[in-house]
């Protein structure tokens, strides 16, 4: 009996240390997860801003951080406005990191693709008909410990037209770069669309 029991506080307390060693882990690899509220938006529009989108981005920190590319894509033809187009097709479409206050010294510059370690706004640039993409985006700092970014993309206009009526917009969402982070839940609805205006024409009495 004795030996039994010598055995069974052996057992629990190699489950101990294995539980210990389990807690201490990171929470895994780096990755975000995305949500969004959709917005009504008029179906004969050609210029609709669709809900935003948010990652909410956390997981193990590589040393040399982690700077990616931000790519939105809808169902539709982006219509967002054209603010620079030299080099890069500039838009007024953002991208935003932990919610700044306004900062011009942290904004993407029209016509550059990045500007300093601590820039919290990007400019989608235009990559065709039905993409943006903010380029360069400091996910991670290098040498910054595990911690939760949250990033806001707004003001991203969409052709609601192209759809008619009591269609849906959807937007899928990737990360890419040297280092790819996956993004869970990455198809969202951002919009649905609804007639703006009805009316009849009654003959005269």
């Known amino acids: 009996m004795a030996d039994f029991r010598k055995l069974l506080f ?9 539980a210990t060693a389990a807690s201490a882990q990171v929470i895994g690899p780096y990755h975000c997860d995305a949500s969004a509220v959709p917005t009504l938006v008029r179906s004969e529009g050609i210029a609709e801003q669709v809900g935003d989108v948010l ?6 920190v590589p040393g040399a951080g982690i700077t990616a590319n931000v790519r939105i894509r809808l169902n539709t033809n982006v219509t967002s406005q054209v603010l620079d187009d030299s080099p890069d097709v500039v838009t007024d479409s953002l991208l935003l990191l932990n919610e700044p206050p306004y900062d011009t010294n942290q904004w993407r510059g029209a016509g550059s693709a990045f500007c300093c370690p601590s820039q919290t706004a ?3 640039i235009w990559l065709s008909d039905t993409e943006l993409e903010f380029d360069n985006v400091v996910l991670v700092s290098p040498g910054s410990s595990l911690g939760v970014q949250v990033i806001r993309i707004t003001n991203v206009r969409a052709n609601a037209s192209a759809l008619g009526d009591n269609a849906t917009v959807f937007a899928t969402i990737n990360i890419t770069g040297s280092t790819t982070v ?7 609805v951002v919009a649905d669309t609804r007639p703006g205006l009805k009316f009849s024409v009654d003959d005269a009495d």
Do not use: E, I
């Open 55 to 60: 990652l909410t981005c956390s997981g193990t």
């Open 122 to 124: 990007f400019q989608g």
């Open 10 to 18: 052996a057992l629990a307390a190699v489950t101990l240390v294995f």
């Open 182 to 188: 996956p993004v869970n839940n990455n198809s969202l």
